[in-house]
Protein backbone atom coordinates (compact mmCIF):
# COMPACT_ATOMS: atom_id res chain seq x y z
CA UNK A 1 0.00 0.00 0.00
CA UNK A 2 1.58 3.42 -1.33
CA UNK A 3 2.33 5.38 1.98
CA UNK A 4 0.14 8.75 2.62
CA UNK A 5 2.20 11.55 4.05
CA UNK A 6 0.53 14.85 5.77
CA UNK A 7 0.86 18.20 4.23
CA UNK A 8 -0.59 19.67 7.14
CA UNK A 9 1.68 22.18 9.27
CA UNK A 10 1.31 19.41 12.14
CA UNK A 11 2.03 16.30 11.02
CA UNK A 12 -0.14 13.98 11.25
CA UNK A 13 0.18 9.89 11.25
CA UNK A 14 -2.04 6.92 11.16
CA UNK A 15 -3.57 5.42 14.21
CA UNK A 16 -5.29 1.96 14.51
CA UNK A 17 -6.65 1.07 17.69
CA UNK A 18 -8.14 -2.07 18.62
CA UNK A 19 -9.47 -3.96 21.87
CA UNK A 20 -8.96 -7.30 22.69
CA UNK A 21 -10.58 -9.47 25.12
CA UNK A 22 -8.67 -11.15 28.32
CA UNK A 23 -5.12 -10.29 28.57
CA UNK A 24 -2.32 -10.66 26.04
CA UNK A 25 1.43 -11.68 26.64
CA UNK A 26 2.71 -7.91 26.14
CA UNK A 27 4.09 -5.72 29.24
CA UNK A 28 1.63 -2.11 29.60
CA UNK A 29 3.80 0.56 28.02
CA UNK A 30 5.06 2.62 24.91
CA UNK A 31 7.09 0.29 21.98
CA UNK A 32 9.15 1.50 19.14
CA UNK A 33 8.75 -1.57 16.82
CA UNK A 34 11.93 -1.20 13.96
CA UNK A 35 11.70 -2.87 10.35
CA UNK A 36 14.07 -3.14 7.97
CA UNK A 37 17.90 -1.51 8.65
CA UNK A 38 16.11 -0.55 12.43
CA UNK A 39 13.94 2.11 10.62
CA UNK A 40 11.63 2.62 12.86
CA UNK A 41 8.00 1.02 12.03
CA UNK A 42 5.46 2.05 14.74
CA UNK A 43 4.91 3.04 17.88
CA UNK A 44 2.81 0.66 20.05
CA UNK A 45 0.74 1.90 23.39
CA UNK A 46 -0.32 -1.69 25.49
CA UNK A 47 -3.07 -0.48 27.93
CA UNK A 48 -4.67 -3.02 29.89
CA UNK A 49 -8.04 -2.37 30.60
CA UNK A 50 -11.95 -3.72 31.31
CA UNK A 51 -14.62 -4.03 29.28
CA UNK A 52 -18.30 -5.55 30.08
CA UNK A 53 -19.24 -8.61 28.69
CA UNK A 54 -20.96 -8.38 25.86
CA UNK A 55 -24.34 -9.82 25.40
CA UNK A 56 -27.10 -9.87 22.83
CA UNK A 57 -30.56 -10.23 24.95
CA UNK A 58 -34.40 -9.48 23.64
CA UNK A 59 -34.94 -5.83 24.94
CA UNK A 60 -37.74 -7.30 27.28
CA UNK A 61 -35.50 -8.80 29.19
CA UNK A 62 -32.99 -7.48 31.60
CA UNK A 63 -29.65 -7.32 31.96
CA UNK A 64 -27.91 -8.86 34.95
CA UNK A 65 -25.19 -6.98 36.30
CA UNK A 66 -22.01 -8.27 35.68
CA UNK A 67 -18.60 -8.37 36.44
CA UNK A 68 -15.98 -6.42 34.06
CA UNK A 69 -13.53 -8.91 32.17
CA UNK A 70 -9.88 -7.65 31.96
CA UNK A 71 -9.06 -6.71 28.32
CA UNK A 72 -6.42 -5.11 26.18
CA UNK A 73 -6.13 -1.62 24.48
CA UNK A 74 -3.64 -1.36 21.90
CA UNK A 75 -2.74 1.52 19.76
CA UNK A 76 -0.54 0.96 16.74
CA UNK A 77 1.30 4.53 15.42
CA UNK A 78 2.78 4.73 12.09
CA UNK A 79 6.14 5.83 12.58
CA UNK A 80 5.89 8.00 8.60
CA UNK A 81 3.47 11.07 8.58
CA UNK A 82 0.46 10.83 6.12
CA UNK A 83 0.61 13.36 3.02
CA UNK A 84 -2.61 14.75 2.51
CA UNK A 85 -4.74 17.98 1.92
CA UNK A 86 -7.69 16.56 3.14
CA UNK A 87 -7.44 14.27 6.42
CA UNK A 88 -11.18 13.76 6.77
CA UNK A 89 -11.34 12.60 3.47
CA UNK A 90 -8.06 10.50 3.94
CA UNK A 91 -9.75 8.92 6.97
CA UNK A 92 -12.82 7.94 4.49
CA UNK A 93 -11.37 6.46 1.65
CA UNK A 94 -8.39 4.40 3.43
CA UNK A 95 -9.02 0.59 3.67
CA UNK A 96 -9.34 0.09 7.03
CA UNK A 97 -9.43 -3.68 6.96
CA UNK A 98 -5.64 -3.45 5.50
CA UNK A 99 -4.75 -0.97 8.03
CA UNK A 100 -6.06 -3.20 11.01
CA UNK A 101 -4.11 -6.39 9.25
CA UNK A 102 -0.78 -4.44 9.31
CA UNK A 103 -1.32 -3.24 12.87
CA UNK A 104 -1.55 -6.89 13.71
CA UNK A 105 1.02 -7.94 12.10
CA UNK A 106 2.79 -4.96 14.14
CA UNK A 107 1.48 -6.63 17.10
CA UNK A 108 3.02 -10.04 16.36
CA UNK A 109 6.22 -8.78 15.77
CA UNK A 110 6.37 -7.22 18.99
CA UNK A 111 4.68 -10.07 20.80
CA UNK A 112 7.44 -12.59 19.11
CA UNK A 113 10.32 -9.97 20.18
CA UNK A 114 9.07 -9.72 24.12
CA UNK A 115 8.75 -13.60 24.11
CA UNK A 116 12.23 -14.02 23.19
CA UNK A 117 13.25 -11.66 25.55
CA UNK A 118 11.46 -13.29 28.04
CA UNK A 119 12.63 -16.44 27.17
CA UNK A 120 9.41 -17.71 26.83
CA UNK A 121 7.40 -20.37 24.21
CA UNK A 122 5.99 -17.88 21.12
CA UNK A 123 3.06 -16.24 22.14
CA UNK A 124 -0.43 -16.72 20.68
CA UNK A 125 -1.05 -14.42 17.79
CA UNK A 126 -3.75 -11.55 18.08
CA UNK A 127 -6.45 -12.49 15.25
CA UNK A 128 -9.20 -10.74 13.93
CA UNK A 129 -11.44 -13.02 15.59
CA UNK A 130 -9.88 -11.92 18.86
CA UNK A 131 -11.02 -8.22 18.17
CA UNK A 132 -13.74 -6.97 20.27
CA UNK A 133 -13.50 -3.21 19.10
CA UNK A 134 -11.39 -1.82 16.14
CA UNK A 135 -10.89 1.93 14.73
CA UNK A 136 -9.04 3.64 12.10
CA UNK A 137 -8.09 7.57 12.97
CA UNK A 138 -5.25 10.25 12.51
CA UNK A 139 -3.40 12.48 15.25
CA UNK A 140 -0.72 14.04 15.96
CA UNK A 141 2.27 12.44 17.57
CA UNK A 142 1.69 13.34 20.75
CA UNK A 143 -2.23 12.10 20.28
CA UNK A 144 -1.03 8.61 18.90
CA UNK A 145 1.77 8.15 21.85
CA UNK A 146 -1.09 8.79 24.18
CA UNK A 147 -3.44 6.34 22.82
CA UNK A 148 -5.67 8.89 21.45
CA UNK A 149 -6.31 10.61 18.12
CA UNK A 150 -8.01 14.00 16.09
CA UNK A 151 -10.56 11.76 14.23
CA UNK A 152 -11.64 8.04 13.89
CA UNK A 153 -14.05 5.89 12.23
CA UNK A 154 -15.48 2.72 13.62
CA UNK A 155 -13.94 -0.58 11.76
CA UNK A 156 -16.48 -3.66 12.19
CA UNK A 157 -15.23 -6.95 14.07
CA UNK A 158 -16.78 -9.80 14.70
CA UNK A 159 -17.92 -9.10 17.88
CA UNK A 160 -20.18 -6.49 16.38
CA UNK A 161 -22.37 -9.22 15.17
CA UNK A 162 -24.59 -11.70 17.12
CA UNK A 163 -23.44 -15.26 17.81
CA UNK A 164 -26.04 -16.63 16.05
CA UNK A 165 -24.77 -14.68 13.23
CA UNK A 166 -20.80 -15.41 14.05
CA UNK A 167 -21.41 -19.19 14.57
CA UNK A 168 -22.98 -19.36 10.56
CA UNK A 169 -21.30 -20.25 7.55
CA UNK A 170 -17.80 -20.84 7.07
CA UNK A 171 -17.59 -21.53 10.77
CA UNK A 172 -19.70 -24.90 10.67
CA UNK A 173 -16.88 -26.81 9.13
CA UNK A 174 -14.52 -26.24 11.32
CA UNK A 175 -16.89 -27.67 14.19
CA UNK A 176 -17.30 -30.62 11.72
CA UNK A 177 -13.50 -31.34 11.66
CA UNK A 178 -13.58 -30.30 15.33
CA UNK A 179 -16.08 -33.06 16.35
CA UNK A 180 -14.51 -35.34 14.05
CA UNK A 181 -11.10 -34.77 15.80
CA UNK A 182 -12.17 -35.32 19.11
CA UNK A 183 -14.27 -37.87 17.69
CA UNK A 184 -11.01 -40.32 16.56
CA UNK A 185 -12.76 -40.27 13.11
CA UNK A 186 -10.38 -38.17 11.89
CA UNK A 187 -6.46 -37.77 12.96
CA UNK A 188 -4.48 -34.40 13.23
CA UNK A 189 -1.48 -35.06 10.83
CA UNK A 190 1.74 -33.72 11.84
CA UNK A 191 1.81 -31.85 8.77
CA UNK A 192 -1.07 -29.17 10.11
CA UNK A 193 0.78 -27.81 13.23
CA UNK A 194 3.65 -27.21 10.81
CA UNK A 195 1.98 -25.57 8.11
CA UNK A 196 0.59 -23.16 10.51
CA UNK A 197 3.76 -22.59 12.04
CA UNK A 198 5.09 -21.54 8.58
CA UNK A 199 2.25 -19.05 8.03
CA UNK A 200 3.05 -17.72 11.15
CA UNK A 201 6.37 -16.52 10.42
CA UNK A 202 4.92 -15.24 7.17
CA UNK A 203 2.55 -12.90 8.75
CA UNK A 204 5.09 -12.01 11.26
CA UNK A 205 7.38 -11.37 8.43
CA UNK A 206 9.70 -13.85 10.02
CA UNK A 207 11.29 -15.43 6.40
CA UNK A 208 14.09 -17.17 7.28
CA UNK A 209 12.07 -19.25 10.27
CA UNK A 210 9.94 -20.05 7.95
CA UNK A 211 11.55 -21.14 4.86
CA UNK A 212 13.19 -23.50 7.53
CA UNK A 213 10.07 -24.65 8.89
CA UNK A 214 8.45 -25.37 5.52
CA UNK A 215 11.13 -27.63 4.71
CA UNK A 216 10.43 -30.29 6.99
CA UNK A 217 6.49 -29.29 6.73
CA UNK A 218 6.85 -30.40 3.18
CA UNK A 219 8.52 -33.44 3.55
CA UNK A 220 6.15 -34.47 6.79
CA UNK A 221 3.06 -33.68 4.23
CA UNK A 222 4.33 -35.60 1.00
CA UNK A 223 4.60 -38.56 3.79
CA UNK A 224 1.48 -38.11 5.58
CA UNK A 225 -0.54 -37.37 2.57
CA UNK A 226 0.37 -40.63 0.63
CA UNK A 227 -2.23 -42.75 2.30
CA UNK A 228 -5.08 -40.43 1.11
CA UNK A 229 -4.16 -40.39 -2.17
CA UNK A 230 -7.89 -41.28 -3.12
CA UNK A 231 -9.29 -38.51 -1.35
CA UNK A 232 -10.63 -35.35 -3.55
CA UNK A 233 -7.52 -34.05 -5.35
CA UNK A 234 -5.18 -35.12 -3.22
CA UNK A 235 -3.38 -37.29 -5.91
CA UNK A 236 -2.91 -33.39 -7.75
CA UNK A 237 -1.62 -31.74 -4.96
CA UNK A 238 0.70 -34.30 -3.86
CA UNK A 239 2.55 -33.68 -7.34
CA UNK A 240 2.36 -30.33 -6.71
CA UNK A 241 4.64 -30.56 -3.31
CA UNK A 242 6.90 -33.07 -4.75
CA UNK A 243 7.48 -30.66 -7.29
CA UNK A 244 8.51 -27.86 -5.07
CA UNK A 245 10.69 -30.04 -2.99
CA UNK A 246 13.92 -28.48 -4.96
CA UNK A 247 12.83 -24.66 -4.54
CA UNK A 248 12.55 -25.20 -1.11
CA UNK A 249 15.86 -27.10 -0.36
CA UNK A 250 17.50 -23.87 -1.98
CA UNK A 251 15.89 -21.28 0.40
CA UNK A 252 16.29 -23.51 3.42
CA UNK A 253 20.01 -23.59 2.33
CA UNK A 254 19.84 -19.67 2.07
CA UNK A 255 18.08 -18.84 5.25
CA UNK A 256 20.89 -21.12 7.46
CA UNK A 257 23.38 -18.53 5.20
CA UNK A 258 21.82 -15.66 6.61
CA UNK A 259 18.87 -14.46 4.69
CA UNK A 260 16.27 -14.36 1.85
CA UNK A 261 16.03 -12.47 -1.75
CA UNK A 262 12.81 -11.08 -2.35
CA UNK A 263 12.25 -13.87 -4.98
CA UNK A 264 12.79 -16.60 -2.70
CA UNK A 265 10.54 -14.97 -0.32
CA UNK A 266 7.78 -14.87 -2.91
CA UNK A 267 8.66 -18.65 -3.42
CA UNK A 268 8.30 -19.60 0.24
CA UNK A 269 4.76 -18.00 0.01
CA UNK A 270 3.83 -19.80 -2.65
CA UNK A 271 5.12 -23.51 -1.34
CA UNK A 272 3.07 -22.43 2.03
CA UNK A 273 -0.18 -21.69 0.07
CA UNK A 274 0.49 -25.20 -1.51
CA UNK A 275 1.19 -26.81 1.63
CA UNK A 276 -2.04 -25.49 3.07
CA UNK A 277 -4.41 -26.36 -0.18
CA UNK A 278 -2.71 -30.07 0.07
CA UNK A 279 -4.15 -30.37 3.65
CA UNK A 280 -7.38 -28.78 2.70
CA UNK A 281 -8.10 -31.04 0.23
CA UNK A 282 -7.39 -33.64 2.20
CA UNK A 283 -9.67 -33.23 5.00
CA UNK A 284 -12.60 -31.72 2.58
CA UNK A 285 -12.21 -34.96 0.47
CA UNK A 286 -13.07 -36.68 3.57
CA UNK A 287 -15.98 -34.37 4.07
CA UNK A 288 -17.38 -34.83 0.87
CA UNK A 289 -17.28 -38.77 0.54
CA UNK A 290 -14.05 -40.24 2.82
CA UNK A 291 -15.09 -41.51 6.01
CA UNK A 292 -13.37 -44.47 6.00
CA UNK A 293 -9.84 -44.82 7.31
CA UNK A 294 -6.84 -43.75 4.98
CA UNK A 295 -5.24 -46.64 2.52
CA UNK A 296 -2.71 -49.09 4.35
Not at 58 to 68: G, N, W
Amino acid sequence: MPRVESRTAVPLFRIVQVEIAGEIDLPSGRWTVRGHANRPRAVVVVEATERPPRRFRRKRRKLAAATAVPAARVTVVDADPIVTDDPDRWLAEHDADEAVDQALATIDRLSHVNAIAADEPRPRPVRWRDLTRALLAYGTGYEGADGSWSTHRAVSVAADQPRRVRRSGRGLGNEERLADLLSGRDPVLAAEPLSLRVQHDLEAEHFREAALQLRIAVEVAIAELEPWRDALHVDSALDELRGARGAVAETATAAVRGGLSDEQVETVRAVATTLQNALLRRSRGRRIGERTSPAR
